[in-house]
């Protein structure tokens, strides 16, 4: 089954504590992407990859790092978490980007004390 | 910069009734790509059209359909006879060129549908 698989589901941690969100794909798609969702702010993206090795920075990068080491894993890294990265993460992969629809992992609900 | 506004930000209403979702965008592109997505209450996000800027014909899926206007830059979705099983976050993306054969997708805020029994 195609899918996009992202964990943990849910977190609760605390400040300053390193935590990483793992995420892969088994669709072979080149494009990977992780957003935020805020309530009222819609979904924001974080980081993404156009291939293996390629990355860059979304619209919301600060306090957040990925690495894309093999194609189908993408990795969302928090080296020290704070209470505003309180949100619902959602990694996406797609084939190609822009003309082609995302497929979404479940979401990850990262609650920071 | 490319901007994607849903102004409804909650929407209620009474099934079987019909409910348009509006989306207006903002893009420089002259080839984009138009995107409405959905969340229901479980949370995952579902695909649900996409649109590319030279293809204006509005489409029908079942109870679905999409209208897009380039005009008015505005790509509306409807809901006919509404079910409660509809009830969910809206979501309409653009697909925004960044570099070189590089795009991401800008999101609205999303629209809050709830389908009262």
């Known amino acids: 089954e195609a899918q996009v698989t992202q964990n943990p589901r849910y977190l609760i941690t605390v400040t300053g504590k390193k935590l990483t969100v793992t995420c892969s794909q088994n669709?072979?798609?080149?494009?990977m992407s992780w957003y935020r969702q805020d309530p009222g702010l819609g979904l924001r993206q974080i980081y993404y990859s156009m291939n293996v090795e390629v990355t860059d920075k979304g619209d919301v990068p600060e306090g957040y790092k990925v690495s894309r080491k093999e194609k189908r894993n993408f990795p969302l890294i928090l080296e020290s978490p704070s209470p505003n990265q309180t949100s619902l993460y959602f990694c996406?992969?797609?084939?190609?980007?822009?003309?082609?629809?995302?497929?979404f992992g479940d979401g990850t609900r990262l609650s920071i004390l | 910069a490319q901007k994607v506004t849903q102004a409804q930000t909650e929407i209620s209403v009474v099934e079987k009734e019909d409910v348009t979702l509006d989306c207006v965008y903002e893009?420089?592109?002259?080839?984009?790509?138009l995107f409405w997505y959905k969340q229901p209450p479980s949370g995952e996000l579902v695909f649900l059209i996409r649109r590319n800027s030279f293809d204006e014909q509005n489409e029908i899926s079942g109870r679905y359909s999409w209208n897009f206007q380039k005009s008015t830059s505005s790509f509306n979705f409807t809901i006919t006879a509404s079910q409660v099983v509809d009830s969910a976050v809206y979501f309409c993306?653009?697909?925004?060129?960044?570099?070189?054969?590089?795009?991401?997708?800008?999101f609205g805020q999303g629209t809050r549908l709830t389908i009262n029994p």
């Open positions: 669709m072979n798609h080149e494009y």
């Open positions: 893009t420089r592109d002259t080839t984009y790509y």
């Open positions: 993306a653009l697909s925004e060129y960044i570099i070189q054969g590089a795009q991401k997708l800008v």
């Open positions: 996406a992969s797609s084939l190609r980007v822009g003309n082609q629809p995302q497929h």
